[in-house]
């Protein structure tokens, strides 16, 4: 198999001409990519369903919106949690996936992560792909790939992530952020 160049931790950020209605106007955060596979959550997803509804000890501790984010059309019975901690350490529970973004245990008792945590973020479901099948989409166009900062996985306002993270590029593609909604009303 040849090697593959990982895109743990960065972004990828759907293209206008992306068509699958789960990824529409997505910003996907690659939490692992590899010769195997790839995996990430949708950061711009929330749903009305608030953390504390069906994770109560972690309810307090959620950023805003302090509800869950439908994470990728896979899995969506189940949930992940993912945390900024600063700092070189992390606490036990949580495990450091690119700088200082992590997994969090959702098992581990929230005591025990609460006084560390810089902001949590629970998902429900994840997106993924199979070998090869990333890079197939990346060669189509579907996917603009760029770097994450820390404040992606916490924004307050998820439903503008989307321009956010096209506006601050360089070039040609922060031109993309303001590409319409209906492109046919133009």
Do not use: K
């Not at 439908?70 to 949930?79: C, E, I, R, T, Y």
């Not at 450091?96 to 973020?121: F, H, K, N």
């Not at 189509?140 to 760029?146: M, N, R």
């Amino acid at each position: 198999m040849t090697e593959v160049s990982s895109l743990t931790g960065r972004l990828l950020v759907a293209t206008p001409s992306l068509a699958d209605p789960n990824f529409e106007r997505a910003v996907v955060l690659l939490l692992d990519h590899d010769d195997e596979g790839s995996l990430g959550v949708v950061l711009n997803r929330p749903t009305p369903v608030g953390v504390g509804d069906i994770l109560e000890p972690w309810g307090e501790l959620a950023g805003e919106p302090g509800v869950v984010f439908q994470g990728g059309p896979v899995s969506l019975d189940s949930a992940l949690g993912l945390a900024v901690i600063p700092g070189d350490e992390g606490p036990l529970g949580w495990r450091r996936v690119y700088g200082a973004i992590g997994l969090v245990d959702l098992e581990t008792p929230p005591e025990l992560l609460a006084r560390a945590l810089g902001s949590l973020r629970i998902f429900a479901g994840y997106a993924g792909w199979g070998p090869g099948q990333l890079e197939g989409e990346l060669r189509e166009g579907a996917w603009y790939v760029v770097e994450s900062e820390p404040g992606d996985v916490s924004s307050p306002r998820p439903e503008s992530l989307w321009r956010a993270v096209l506006r601050r590029q360089r070039g040609e593609l922060a031109m993309v952020a303001t590409y319409p909604d209906d492109p046919s009303l133009n």
